[in-house]
């Protein structure tokens, strides 16, 4: 269960937006969630995001020319700047944040972490060429 989604430097969302999907920090899903805002807010650009991040995790493997870099939408003003998305959901009733950062050439870094007992505990990370495993 997808309980949060926060995304920087995509399309027009430059600094983090995050969507919540529970109410405080339960671990229950609220029944109806609703992205609302003004014209051109940014509410159709948080939706593709959530869509990006998932083809990148399912397809980036065998869908991504190796040779252009990762497929990644930032916005105009800030190409520089590495994209960066990260999801917080719940499998089998443990607390998980997955996320990772895309730059022109290359996903410059990846986690996973576990949060049973609300402490945070490393499956992987790896930052540019440093890896670590957890436990």
């Given at each position: 269960m997808?309980?949060?989604?926060?995304?920087?430097?995509?399309?027009?969302?430059?600094?983090?937006?995050?969507?919540r999907?529970?109410?405080?920090?339960?671990?229950?899903?609220?029944?109806?969630?609703?992205?609302?805002?003004?014209?051109?807010?940014?509410k159709?650009?948080?939706?593709d995001?959530?869509?990006?991040m998932?083809?990148?995790?399912?397809?980036?493997?065998?869908?991504?020319?190796?040779?252009?870099?990762?497929?990644r939408?930032?916005?105009?003003?800030?190409?520089?700047?590495?994209?960066?998305?990260?999801?917080?959901?719940?499998?089998?009733?443990?607390?998980?944040?997955?996320g990772?950062r895309?730059?022109?050439?290359?996903?410059?870094?990846?986690?996973?972490?576990?949060?049973?007992?609300?402490?945070?505990?490393?499956?992987?990370?790896r930052?540019g060429?440093?890896?670590?495993?957890?436990p």
């Amino acid at each position: 269960m997808l309980r949060s989604f926060r995304v920087t430097n995509h399309k027009s969302l430059v600094e983090p937006q995050e969507l919540r999907l529970v109410r405080g920090n339960g671990p229950v899903a609220v029944p109806v969630t609703a992205i609302h805002g003004g014209p051109a807010a940014g509410k159709s650009n948080l939706i593709d995001a959530l869509a990006q991040m998932r083809d990148a995790v399912l397809n980036s493997v065998t869908g991504w020319d190796p040779y252009a870099g990762p497929v990644r939408s930032p916005h105009i003003g800030y190409v520089d700047r590495p994209t960066e998305f990260e999801a917080v959901f719940l499998a089998e009733g443990c607390p998980y944040t997955s996320g990772f950062r895309l730059d022109s050439a290359e996903v410059a870094a990846e986690w996973l972490y576990s949060h049973p007992h609300s402490r945070k505990r490393i499956v992987f990370e790896r930052m540019g060429d440093r890896i670590r495993v957890g436990p």
